[in-house]
């Protein structure tokens, strides 16, 4: 059994700072943690500091709720459910995520911190650690709304004429997250006493690269803003070529990352969330082996190559989809770490079914499953927070994209340091991905997917299969195709492999019934059809969900006050 450290249990004590509703500029609780006589010592700064984490660092969630990982996150093209989520259909009353009171957070810890009886090497560390969740919350709000106000000190409740005022400017915000992020990297501490459980200047950098690749990308593709993309991809790579320059990590098992009951010492894991029994479990691999869950779509399952390195559409070695075993015959071998590689699960036979048909094997401890640990919400498996194999995507992306914009050359030596690490790691040992002028190419066989979508340029679309092969079910792929301004392939219609699963024969389940299980075509043979009404598919029409609605409530506020809240477009 693990040993259960400090830190653990300060996460959740801590959530009696963290957990008010995030209600405009809310004031946090009024307690023993925000009163002057608190700040006496690094330990309570520290604690105070805890009280950020089950926020922004939520795992494998808690009890039943969802965290980042798996279909909690559907809303994408990699899942096929029966009942696809939609985008927001219409301006919310109240909430919607328009809230500043971590902001406020972070403003006071950063404030108070100065104060402080500590070291000046302590008091930048902790002002580094403030400033980095600043810039997480500043980095979520631009994400969802694009302008907001720019806050970087205390308000008082009284203070209307700061509290309701009109947005800053997008680049505006991000540039003041870039100074706060560089200021992290060069005050946090590269040790830590907690190690892989608390930010050190290896989260500050994983954490970089992911903001500054969203943004970057964001001002390529959103705002044609080349300048700004290009100082934000920069700052991207440099984070993510400062981890990989480290040494400090390296590539093990593939789903022991995603699996284990103890990630602590894994080579790969920048932070992790504990989870202990009897204390805080969570539900993850019971909805993945117990209960119905939602499928892989068609779309997500093809994206895998063949082992010889190229696509299916054009290599010898695939198989077809007729039966599970073709299916994932001579496949990149995270296929087999990420679903159920022996046998399909059919709604009508078997209790813990997949929509499509392929269920998810990437987070099941198979030593567990069978145990009261392994069902409903006992789970104890660790969550990686952020990872070595997401930081080297992130470098061949922003390397790659910042090429497109002025910077320099994109080449060989970015693939080798970045993608072709992924390919040989441990039980994987896929071919290297080359560069042969603009096009990609595998043991000198230059290719070109059939499937490529002609508005991405080869060598850019085998980066994205990579992270999206490598990132599966991770929480990451709605967020890619915001930034990279591709929804439509959300659209069920325009794109039905979506709505697809695996290939069918229904005399093979003799046993079971199956009138109400819709496959192509409508008969006996064909593809499973996740959402078979046509009433139900999702369908992508107005650019306006890139971004989020500003409440009514809020706009109301603001209009009391003499300010009016511009809506954002198309709202």
Partial sequence: MKVTNKIFILFFLALGIAGCEKDFLDTPPQDVLVDETYWTSEVNVKTFAYGFYTSYFSGYGSGYTWGKYFSGQSLNDDFAPTNPPRFTQQVPTSGGGWSFAWVRKANIFIDRVQGVDMEEEAINHWTGIGRFFRALEYHDLVKDFGDVPYYDKELAENDNEMLY???????????????????????VRDN????????????????????????????KYHENNNEKAAEYLEAAKWAAQEIIESGNFSLGNYREVFNSLDLSGNPEVLLYREYEEGMVTHSLNSYNNKEPQTGVSKDGIESYLAEDGLPIGISALYQGDKGIENLMANRDPRIYETFVSDELRINGVDPNYSTTGIATHKFLNEDIADEPRGSSNLNPTDAPIIRYGEILVNYAEAA???STVGGATFAQEDLDKSINVLRDRPGINLPYLEVSGDQPAVNGQVYDDPQRDSGVAPIL????????????FEGFRLDDLKRWK??????????PDINRGAWIDKSNYPDANLESLAVTGGGDKG???PASAEEALRTFEDPKVYLEPIPLDQ??????????????PGW
């Fill in 165 to 187: 005022r009109e947005r800053d400017e997008r680049t505006f915000v991000m540039d003041r997250v870039l100074e706060d992020f560089r200021f992290a990297a060069e005050n």
């Fill in 192 to 219: 830590v006493e907690n190690e892989g459980q608390e930010v050190d200047r290896s989260v500050v950098l994983g954490f970089m690269s992911r903001v500054f690749l969203y943004e970057g990308t964001w001002q």
């Fill in 400 to 402: 790659y994209e910042l």
């Fill in 461 to 472: 679309w085998e980066i994205r299969r990579e992270r999206r092969v490598e990132l599966m």
């Fill in 486 to 495: 591709k929804l439509e392939y959300t659209d069920m219609v325009q794109y």
């Fill in 527 to 529: 593809y499973l059809i």
């Fill in 555 to 568: 706009i109301t506020l603001y209009r009391d006050q003499g300010v009016e809240l511009e809506q954002n």
